[in-house]
């Protein structure tokens, strides 16, 4: 894991909306609601009652996260190495 330590801020960019669009996907394919995910984007709304899934899931879902960037910080961590633009040194 020594590759995401490479590419820290990349990887923290880019969590955010991989795993919104695992918890989007996986709630519907679930069957659950999911607008309430992609509403009232400034505003604080909690998500409804009986939306969620079981630990087990969840900590799947992080793995599948983290395995699905592995590729991206990967190929970004080479493009730091081979290229030395001012830029790059931030993420």
Do not use: E
Request: glycine share 10%; with cysteine; charged share 10%.
């Amino acid at each position: 894991f020594i590759t995401f330590g490479r590419v820290p801020l990349f990887f923290y960019l880019l969590q955010w909306p991989t795993a919104h669009l695992i918890s989007a996907g996986l709630h519907f394919v679930a069957g659950k609601p999911t607008a309430w995910m992609f509403g009232n984007l400034l505003g604080i709304q909690g998500a409804p009652v009986g939306v969620g899934f079981n630990l087990a899931v969840v900590y799947a879902c992080w793995i599948a996260g983290v395995l699905l960037l592995y590729p991206l910080c990967k190929w970004f961590a080479g493009v730091k190495a081979r290229r030395k633009d001012w830029w790059l040194s931030y993420l």
